[in-house]
Each structure stands twice: as C-alpha cells, then as structure tokens.
C-alpha cells in the first residue's frame, strides 16, 4: 500500500511569488492535515480537511490556503510568500478520525523563500 | 493553551541500553497521545498511540505510558540500537471535536536520540 505522497520534494521561491504543494493521501484515507515545521517554531499545525471540506484551521494568515479534491488529494497554496515561510511542510492523512486511528505523513515539501 | 515540551532536547546513549523520553503537557483533558520518529529530511513515522483511557501501549522493544492527572507520558526503549536514532515527538489531541472533527495535535519539540555503536 502506497503511503502519503507529497510533491516536489523541494522547491525554491523568491518573496513576493506563490506556491502550491500537493499532497496524496494513503488510498481510503479521507482526512489530510497539514502542518508546517520550522526550527524555532517546530511542528504547527495549519489545516484539516475531510470530505473536501475544511473543518480545522490554525493560526496561520490567510496567505495560506488549501482545497481538497473529490479523490481526497489535496492541495495548499501560500501567496505572496514571505522569507519566514521557508519550512518543511508536511502532510498526514488518516481513515477518519485522528482519535481512532494514527495519523499517516509523507516526506514533506521543502520550501526556501530567497 | 496546550503546551507540551519535551526533555531533554537531545540524549546520547550507548547501544544496547535501555532509555527513557520523556514529555509533558499542561492540560490534562486530553483525547490521545502520539509518539512518532522522525529521521533527517523525512516525514513523521506514528510509533504508538495511547487513548485517554488508557496507561500504555507496546509495540515490540518501545512502550509508552500515559498519566493524564500528572500531565506526563514516557517512551521507553529497550535494548536500543543504531537504527533507533532519530528524534521523537509526542503530540497530544485536546478533544475529538464537536462535529467528529479532526482536532490538531499539538507537538513537542522532539527528542533527538542517538545511539553510540
């Protein structure tokens, strides 16, 4: 069974442009989460969505988007990208519930902004 | 706010002991607690989960305890080896959500653990 698959592995940016990262989750899996991983700041969380519907957010500006597609892909979108947006972005997903079972992730899309 | 913090940042042992990694968090209604493993440059691996119901759960040489009242959960490692270094998170999940929703989990800092052949 294929595991969470994130595209491209690495991308670089300058400021001012913006970036879509993709995401495929584990086959039957319908929720995808994503979350944002710094050195300082570590692990935050950004978005759920289920069902192609956002249903949790943090506290992130709303540079930052995302969608989910009908086959549970999902995308996250960041405009007018910033030097402090420069992360590991990771993406999970999960049968339904993160209380019911453990959430899966991909490998991550590194992002520079210069 | 839930905060979890993780100590210490990182621990050197010699293969073959056995270790204990700790973390806490500071709001004890917790729904679960994950510990995953994340090696350099790649996504997070779930190790265990433990449900508010329950004290521990193993899985093979790792188990992991949970004490909601004291706010603290460990994961020890048996017998280590080489291939058990990495760094490990613990992320906690404060409800399960009023519309079944996937709450956030909220991570640690992590440990980073590395093993000395």
């Known amino acids: 069974k294929a595991g969470v698959t994130q595209t491209p592995r690495y991308l670089i940016k300058t400021r001012g442009q913006q970036v879509t990262l993709s995401c495929s989750p584990i086959?039957?899996?319908?929720?995808v989460s994503w979350y944002q991983q710094t050195p300082g700041q570590g692990l935050q969380f950004l978005f759920e969505?289920?069902?192609?519907?956002?249903?949790n957010k943090g506290n992130f500006p709303g540079r930052f988007s995302g969608r989910q597609f009908s086959n549970s892909r999902s995308e996250m979108n960041v405009s007018t990208l910033e030097l402090g947006d420069s992360a590991l972005y990771l993406c999970?997903?999960?049968?339904?519930?993160?209380?019911?079972?453990?959430?899966?992730f991909g490998n991550g899309t590194r992002l520079t902004v210069t | 706010k839930q905060e979890v913090t993780q100590i210490p940042a990182a621990l050197s042992v010699p293969e073959g002991e056995n270790l204990v990694l700790n973390c806490s968090f500071t709001d004890s209604a917790i729904y679960n607690l994950q510990w995953f493993r994340q090696d350099p440059g790649k996504g997070l691996t779930s190790l265990l989960l433990?449900?508010?119901?329950?004290r521990e759960q193993t899985s093979g040489r790792l188990n992991a305890s949970l004490d909601k009242s004291s706010g603290r959960s460990t994961l020890y490692i048996a017998a280590s080896q080489p291939g058990d270094s990495a760094t490990y998170l613990c992320a906690v999940q404060l409800s399960r959500g009023s519309n079944f929703g996937n709450e956030k989990l909220t991570f640690g800092t992590g440990t980073r653990l590395t093993i000395i052949p």
């Open positions: 969505y289920f069902s192609e519907t956002q249903r």
């Open positions: 433990i449900q508010s119901s329950q």
């Open positions: 999970a997903s999960s049968l339904a519930f993160v209380a019911d079972s453990p959430l899966h």
């Open positions: 086959s039957g899996h319908r929720s």
